[in-house]
């Protein structure tokens, strides 16, 4: 697999756009895009008269289904707004004081301040027309880009939001009504990766603000000096996170650290970073979105190429050796980001499995603490410039063109299970063929990688592989691993027949000279996953282990026959994952645990398996964990006898 032609450059040039360093030129207007459904007419009705564009900004409206929209009554919410409302004309120049309105049919993106149309080839539906506009908007205006996307346009607008972060701009999103709103940890919407998610009579404010606050930034200090600013104060936020997450930036690349610093201070509305430290230290939520954005923008499709060259070759083949329909291949991403590689995974082991003609059952568990690049994975939409990083014959398999964006095929995105999991605090996964960790145990203290390495040995089944990053490695556990292809980083688990479950959560070491973040200590009865295996043994069953929300943390082995994930989105939720059969007996069974905190027996059950009915019953026990005192459910399985005849 060797790299396209122009690929080197063309991911520099992206590299310096995703660290925001674009600068908006002088004179030009600042474009914010606005995207929205055409289910959005009354809330256009209600915001467009009250944006009112400064006379060096330019709005941008952009909506989605706009050929379906009723154009009589659109024309009427433009009237409101007479006199500021302009055509958008190839080549023009988005000028300042105007709202633009993205014509049907076509696709919008705007490059060098000039707006550039083509027409759409795409059918209506599956044209990504919001996120090829914010995609080319948070390359164009940078740091100063802004978007907001109205409710109800789906998974559209969800790349853009994440590609005006990485840019270092702001995000916004309308709030959806009382009844429609999703937890971010399991959702596909654009809310999920907005900075603020407000009311939509509070956008026109929100968006006044940001501007003024960029006004002012520039005319007292301008972004140089502000950076220079924020440079002496680096260690000093470098040591706050690494108390309250565990995870060190002491050596991350400073340029980019300046800039997400900067980033949060233009969300946080502070001038001073003095005011940004104060700020970090007391708010807990803070220290996460910081963390959050240090992450952003370090992933892509086959990222070190040669070494997806050895995982294809050597590793993939030896993983589906033996393996046949009815068996199970379980991988496990960790800080997978927005998708790329938990979705190039998925490739390979599919092409694999089509030259041999076979059909296991295939789950690959990608995990983030980021919730809001979860979101963008669900979704499963990418720029066009991913075509830089694929063969043309991948691109045409396993991706969909929908305007100036690619989709991933849907028996690709349903292979992969995204979910909200932070290796220092959550439960392993288990059973598994492998595991990749790239580029995520740098960040980690010494102690914590030392902690996590034996982890991952606990989690693999025998002679399975580990999947580490250029700058990682398992040298100091050589009784663990050993070394499949060293320059790759690839390590296969040795049996050393002692099969210890690691203790979780991983505390974080404290830093000499800081107060110390006390971490959550294991109860007197051991970790969770030691207790649940201790209730499991009374019953020798198949088991799941759920938080409060009864989102799955773990599974044990021989639960194939009673998960059943629904088609569409992928979730860890268990009244989702479980068979049908099942659902409405363990819904019932999980709501009377939580409600009494006792444990709830339900015998004889009955499930189908291949054509066959099978006696199931089922327990499920809570158990409290933690110095939280947080309540978790071990939900067990076990194999029954069948109802009785007229029972």
Known sequence: MSEPNGTKRKKAARHKQVEGEKEHAPGTAFVIGIGASAGSIDALDNLLPKLTPE???????????????????????????????????DGAPAEGGRIYLCAPDLIVTIEDGRFQTRPAEERPGSRGTIDSFFVSLAADQGESSLGVVLYGTAGDG??????????????????????????????????????????????????????????????????????????????????????????????????????????????????????????????????????????????QFFRDLKEFEVLERVVIPRMLDGKDAGDSVRVWVLGCATGEEAYSIGILLREEMARRDIHPTVQIFATDIDVRALAAARVGRYADTIANDLRPERLARWFVKEGNTYLVVKELRE???????????????????????????????????????PLFHF??????????????????????????????????????????????????RRIEGTPEVAAPKPSADGTLTRRAERIAERYAPAYVITDSDFHVLHFSGRTGKYIEPNAGAASLDLLNLVHRDLRLDVRAALMKAAETNETVRVDHLQVGVNGNSLGVDLVVEPVREGTDNRRNFVVIFKDGPLRPQGH
């Open 459 to 508: 989690a693999l089944l025998p002679e399975r592989y580990l999947f580490l990053g250029n700058s990682e490695n398992v040298s100091r556990h050589p009784t663990l691993f050993e070394p499949v292809d060293r320059r790759s980083r690839i390590f296969k688990k040795l049996d050393n027949g002692v099969r210890v479950v690691p203790e979780f959560p991983l505390a974080a």
């Open 158 to 299: 969800t790349l853009g939001l994440a590609r005006l972060k990485e840019s270092g701009g702001l995000t916004i999103a309308e709030q959806g009504p009382e009844d429609s709103r999703q937890d971010p940890a399991g959702s596909n919407l654009p809310g999920s990766m907005a900075d603020f998610v407000v009311p939509l009579q509070e956008i026109p404010e929100r968006i006044k603000l940001h501007a003024r606050h960029l006004a002012k930034l520039r005319e007292r200090k301008g972004v140089e000096e502000m950076l220079a600013e924020v440079s002496g104060h680096l260690a000093q936020i470098a040591v706050i996170l690494r108390n309250k997450t565990g995870h060190d930036f002491h050596g991350y690349k400073r340029q980019t650290f300046l800039r997400r610093v900067q980033r949060r201070m233009q969300v946080a509305e502070l001038d001073e970073v003095e005011q940004y430290v104060r700020y970090l230290r007391d708010n807990p939520d803070e220290v996460q979105y910081l963390f959050n954005d240090l992450l952003i923008g370090v992933t």
């Open 55 to 89: 006379p060096d900004q330019a709005i941008v409206v952009v909506l989605q289904h706009r050929e379906s929209l009723d154009e009589s009554r659109l024309r009427q919410s433009l009237e409101k707004n007479d006199g500021h409302f302009s055509k958008i004309a």
């Open 415 to 453: 292979m992969c299970i995204f979910s909200a999991h932070n290796v220092v605090r959550d439960a392993p996964f288990s059973k598994l063929d492998l595991v990749s960790c790239r580029n995520l145990l740098i960040y980690l203290t010494a102690e914590l990688q030392n902690r996590v390495i």
